[in-house]
C-alpha cells in the first residue's frame, strides 16, 4: 500500500518532462492538453478465482507530435472473489503512448466522423488478491475510437471515447493463480474526453453609429466596419497605394489607376473596339473585350480571421467584377467560399458558406442582380497552400470565382 503515492507523483514528473508543444490526440484541433474520464468493465484472466471486475480510469494527455500523444492514466477497479464473495481490488499507474490516424469523414450523415488510434503502455498494478496485496510491472496494449461531440456551430473539441485493452502483468506466482507467470486480463471502456483549451464563434461587435462612405458588413454578426476612402476609388486609406486617383479612374488592387490612353479597362483591347468596356482587372477576355469563361482565385478578395467580414482590398476588386456584370448582361458569377484550418470543420464549412454569401450580398449592393449569382462554401478542404503559417492561412481564407456564359442573354 506504501508504494502507491510515490508511484503517482513519479508517473507525473516523467510525463511534465517528457512533453512537448505540438499535437495531441484530439478532435480536430489538436493542441495542447486534454483530461478523459472512463467507465470500464473487466473480463479478468480466466485463472483468477474472481468475477468480472467494475471501475473507473482518470486520464491526463499532452502532445508528443503529430497524431501522438502521451496519456497518464490511473485505473482503479474491484473485483468480487468466487470463493468467499469478498471484494479485490486492482489500481494501475500507466503512461501511455497513443498513436491517432486523424479523423475520418464519411459522405454520408448515417456515419459520424471518427478518429481511430492505437495504445501502448508501461506501468504498475497494485493488486489486493485474497486479502494480500503485491505490486507488479505491467503493459497496456489497445485500440480505441474517438467521436466528435458538437452543437451546430459550437466545437469546444470535446469527444465520446472507446477503448478496449489488454493489462499484461507479470505475476510472479504471488497472485491467483499461483502457478502462472503471467496474467492478462481485458478491459472495455467508455468515456468522455475534453481538451483543456476550446473554441467559440467569434463574438458579435456592436455595429459603429457614425456613417461613412465607405462599409463592409458582416452578415454573421451584423458588424458594420467603416473604412475611410479620401478618393473614394474603393480601397481603403490604410492599404491605398495610390491615395490620390482621379475621380471615375479604374484602379487595381492596391488602388492605383488602371486608365490608360486608348484602352480604358486595361483588358488589352482598344476602347474603339471594345465592346465591353467595363471588364475587371485581369479577366480573360476575348477580341471583342468581353469575358470569357473562367474561374479566378483572388487573393485581394480576403476576409478577417474567423469572420466574414471582407477586408478593405476586397470591397475595390469586387467592385470592379460588379462593373463587369452590370456591363455584360450573358454572365452568372459562382462564388465558392474558403477558410483555413484554425477552427473545426463543421464550423469552417459554415464560415466559408457565409464569406461566400457576404460577396454575394455585397455584388447585389452594387447593382448586380442575384438571380446571376450562386454561392457554395468548401469549407477547410481546398487549401491553396499548408495551414502551417499566418501568411498561408490568409491566402486559404479566400473566395473563389467561376465565371460563365448565360446563352440565353446575349453580351451588350
Request: proline share 5%; aromatic share 6%.
Amino acid at each position: 500500500m506504501t508504494f502507491r503515492f510515490p508511484m503517482i507523483r513519479a508517473g507525473l514528473l516523467v510525463a511534465t518532462l517528457m512533453a512537448s508543444d505540438a499535437m495531441a490526440l484530439a478532435v480536430d484541433d489538436d493542441r495542447g492538453y486534454y483530461l478523459a474520464g472512463f467507465g470500464s468493465y473487466e473480463r479478468p484472466d480466466s485463472g483468477r478465482d474472481s468475477d468480472n471486475g467494475y471501475g473507473f480510469q482518470v486520464t491526463l494527455g499532452r502532445a508528443i507530435g503529430a497524431n501522438q500523444a502521451l496519456e497518464l492514466s490511473f485505473l482503479n477497479l474491484r473485483r468480487d472473489r468466487n470463493i468467499d464473495g469478498r471484494p479485490d481490488y486492482q489500481r494501475a499507474l500507466s503512461l501511455d503512448y497513443v498513436r491517432d490516424f486523424g479523423l475520418q469523414r464519411f459522405q454520408t450523415a448515417l456515419l459520424p466522423d471518427v478518429k481511430p488510434y492505437l495504445l501502448g503502455s508501461i506501468g504498475g498494478v497494485l493488486e489486493d488478491v485474497r486479502g494480500d496485496s503485491h505490486l507488479h510491472p505491467a503493459l497496456n496494449l489497445g485500440a480505441g475510437l474517438l467521436f466528435p461531440l458538437r452543437l451546430g456551430i459550437w466545437d469546444w473539441g470535446w469527444g465520446l471515447r472507446t477503448e478496449v485493452k489488454g493489462l499484461i502483468q507479470y505475476n510472479d506466482r504471488k497472485s491467483a493463480p499461483a502457478d502462472d507467470d503471467f496474467l492478462a486480463d481485458l478491459r472495455f471502456q467508455i468515456g468522455l474526453h475534453i481538451p483543456l483549451r476550446w473554441q467559440t464563434p467569434p463574438p458579435a461587435v456592436s455595429p459603429p453609429s457614425r456613417e461613412c462612405a465607405l462599409t463592409a458588413v458582416d452578415p454573421v454578426t451584423g458588424r458594420r466596419d467603416c473604412l475611410n476612402d479620401g478618393d473614394r476609388d474603393g480601397i481603403a486609406d490604410d492599404v491605398d497605394a495610390c491615395p490620390d486617383t482621379a475621380s471615375g479612374d479604374r484602379v487595381d488592387d492596391r488602388g492605383c489607376s488602371l486608365t490608360t490612353a486608348g484602352d480604358a479597362d486595361a483588358d488589352g483591347v482598344a476602347d474603339g473596339t471594345d465592346a465591353c468596356a467595363n471588364t475587371a482587372t485581369g479577366l480573360q477576355v476575348d477580341a471583342g473585350g468581353c469575358a470569357v469563361e473562367q474561374t479566378l482565385s483572388l487573393q485581394a478578395v480576403s476576409f478577417e480571421s474567423g469572420s466574414a467580414v471582407l477586408t478593405g482590398v476586397a470591397t475595390g476588386v469586387l467592385d470592379g467584377i460588379a462593373a463587369t456584370l452590370n456591363h455584360q448582361d450573358n454572365l452568372r458569377l459562382e462564388i465558392a467560399g474558403h477558410t483555413d484550418d484554425t477552427a473545426s470543420a463543421a464550423y469552417n464549412l459554415k464560415l466559408s458558406e457565409l464569406r461566400a454569401e457576404a460577396v454575394r450580398q455585397y455584388l447585389i449592393a452594387r447593382g448586380v442582380d442575384g438571380e446571376r449569382l450562386s454561392t457554395r462554401g468548401y469549407g477547410e478542404t481546398q487549401p491553396l497552400a499548408a495551414n502551417d503559417s499566418d501568411a498561408n492561412r490568409a491566402l486559404n481564407r479566400r473566395v473563389d470565382f467561376k465565371l460563365l456564359i448565360n446563352a440565353a442573354a446575349p453580351p451588350p
